[in-house]
């Protein structure tokens, strides 16, 4: 298969904070604006960042880790997005080279140009320092400039771009500004549908970025950006459509449960599966279905709302005695638990699936990407949270770190209860699609 040509551009950093997901936003919004059809990728696992990049592209996004996803995979979703799109661009993840594989690694592997987003609040020449660093830090890396973020004044931004060493670098600045600014907690950004002025944000940071010289650039400016992407010289693990067919899998989905990949919804569908959605917090009961999946979420800010839908508990309590499958992931195992204390020191009552109690904390208990065997397969993904688990069930297996990881204790429990499969892992079903259709068939007798 030749290969398919399209500009793209990896955001990068020096660091986490900078405003690589503001910039990439920016960059999106502003060109769809003008009739481009942009895709956007997320670099690493990310479940929040996606909400804000979907809004300013008009297009569903993926994550691209060449552990965690794999070459292959990464390769075919960047060839398929370069046949059909005017602009590709990527946000990195954490610094450029930060992690094992990297932000670097991955714009490497596919020639990406790397354009580079400093904040610069409180900085003057050592801008200048940065940017050389990371243009010059590895060899081989094509390097597309760089903006200055959270820029005081015109001055300041003069002071900025005399420091660099190479002038034709500079991209231009973007002011502090409090109307594109992007809040957070303590997973990360809020997401997009969570605020009313989502949009009106994402337009300020485009209208923004348009008096740069990165937001000045036409259509046929963009081609200094342009990648020829090849097609993945070994094929991605095909999945198997008749290995869900006939199942109705029900999938929560609302402000408590909502870390979902969409590339795990298009992995259930391509397996056969059908797919409804419903709100743990607003429903009565589960739609009718054969398997139940409680993705990641935040049900510590939703405790309440949780705990007062006892039909919900019902529901989801028959579902269980039933026999019908269970896949719980992070936020969706606490919320199985018996009790959940927020870190104000309250406690609610949840579903009381697992016995057990799930206490939040304010200091991170498990970050990193790890593998775990289960269902006769091994799952890739990750794990990122606040809380930690007291409960007499055994762990009957756990994640293993990533190749050249370390993990922090034993890693994560896998639990099973009945027909319930949980753990604080998530897992990329794409990574082995017979092993995710096996989270929601029932066991043989």
């Not at 549908?193 to 940071?205: G, N, Q, T």
């Not at 070994?234 to 979902?260: K, N």
């Not at 020191?345 to 200091?363: D, E």
Request: proline share 5%.
């Amino acid at each position: 298969m030749s290969a398919a040509h399209c500009p793209a551009i990896l955001v990068a950093a020096p660091a986490s904070g900078q405003g690589k997901t503001t910039l990439a936003c920016a960059l999106a919004r502003l060109h769809a604006r003008q009739g481009r059809r942009v895709r956007v990728f997320k670099c690493g696992p990310d479940f929040l960042d996606p909400y804000w990049l979907t809004l300013a592209s008009g297009a569903p996004v993926h994550q691209l880790d060449l552990w965690m996803t794999g070459e292959a995979d990464c390769a075919q979703r960047l060839h398929d997005a370069a046949l059909e799109a005017d602009l590709i661009i990527v946000e990195g993840v954490m610094g450029l080279f930060d992690g094992q594989p990297s932000a670097a690694d991955l714009a490497q592997r596919f020639d990406l140009p790397v354009l580079a987003v400093i904040d610069a609040s409180a900085m003057a020449g050592t801008f200048g320092a940065l940017a050389w660093g990371l243009q010059h830090y590895r060899e081989g890396l094509r390097f597309a400039g760089v903006l200055a973020n959270r820029v005081a004044s015109e001055g300041h931004a003069a002071m900025l771009q005399d420091g660099l060493r190479d002038p034709a670098q500079w991209q231009g600045g973007l002011m502090r500004s409090a109307a594109f600014t992007l809040p957070e907690r303590h997973l990360g950004l809020v997401m997009s549908d969570e605020m009313d002025d989502a949009m009106p944000r994402l337009d300020a940071a485009a209208d923004a970025l348009a008096g740069t010289k990165l937001g000045k650039m036409a259509a046929h400016d963009l081609q200094a950006w342009s990648v020829a992407f090849e097609a993945p010289a070994q094929a991605v693990q095909a999945t198997d459509p008749q290995a869900l067919q006939g199942q109705t899998i029900a999938v929560a989905r609302d402000a408590a449960f909502c870390f979902l990949y969409a590339a795990n919804l298009d992995c259930l569908q391509a397996l056969g599966a059908r797919l409804v959605y419903f709100s743990p917090l607003a429903d009565a009961g589960l739609p009718e279905c054969d398997a139940l999946w409680l993705p990641g979420g935040y049900p510590e800010l939703h405790a309440a709302g949780i705990a007062g839908n006892t039909r919900m508990q019902a529901s989801i309590a028959a579902h269980v005695k039933a026999g019908k499958p269970v896949w719980a992931e992070c936020g969706g195992m606490m919320a199985l638990f018996e009790t959940l204390t927020t870190v104000d020191g309250t406690a609610h009552a949840m579903w009381g699936i697992l016995p057990g109690s799930v206490t939040m904390q304010k200091r991170l208990a498990a970050l990193g990407p790890q593998q775990l065997e289960v269902a006769g397969g091994a799952l890739r993904g990750h794990t990122f949270h606040y809380s930690t688990c007291a409960t007499p069930l055994q762990a009957v297996g756990r994640t293993r770190a990533a190749p050249g990881r370390t993990l922090r204790g034993d890693g994560e429990a896998l639990y099973v209860s009945r027909s319930v499969r949980a753990s604080y892992f998530h897992a990329w079903f794409a990574s082995s699609p017979d092993t995710a259709a096996r989270l929601f068939l029932k066991e043989s007798p």
